[in-house]
């Protein structure tokens, strides 16, 4: 069974930076299509943003110029690096293959002061 694993996020003040891993245990991850996602209590979860198998990304209005989103196939890692964060980051960031129904528990990240 294909799992992803989010971990990384925590508590970080206004303009601050956070580093969100997605750990895969895949066999063939390097061929899957990945995103990260946020839902904060009570909407809808979001894409975040996208990198395909040949490391062509896409990414939310909101988060662009501010999140990248990278992954290392050796080891079975997406990654997405958060710089800047604002209060309105403030959510729950889960990972997943693109287009599978099923979520994990995702990792939280709030930002306040």
């Known amino acids: 069974q294909v799992q992803f694993v989010e971990s990384g996020g925590g508590l970080v003040q206004p303009g601050g930076s956070l580093r969100l891993s997605c750990a895969a245990s895949s066999w063939i991850f390097s061929i899957y299509p990945m995103e990260w996602y946020r839902q904060a209590p009570g909407k809808q979860r979001e894409l975040v943003a996208g990198i395909n198998n040949g490391d062509t990304t896409y990414y939310a209005d909101a988060v662009k110029g501010r999140f990248t989103i990278s992954r290392d196939n050796a080891k079975k890692i997406l990654y997405l690096q958060m710089n800047s964060l604002k209060p309105e980051d403030t959510a729950v960031y889960y990972c997943?293959?693109?287009?599978?129904?099923?979520w994990g528990q995702g990792t939280q990240v709030t930002v306040s002061s």
């Open positions: 997943n293959r693109r287009g599978d129904p099923s």
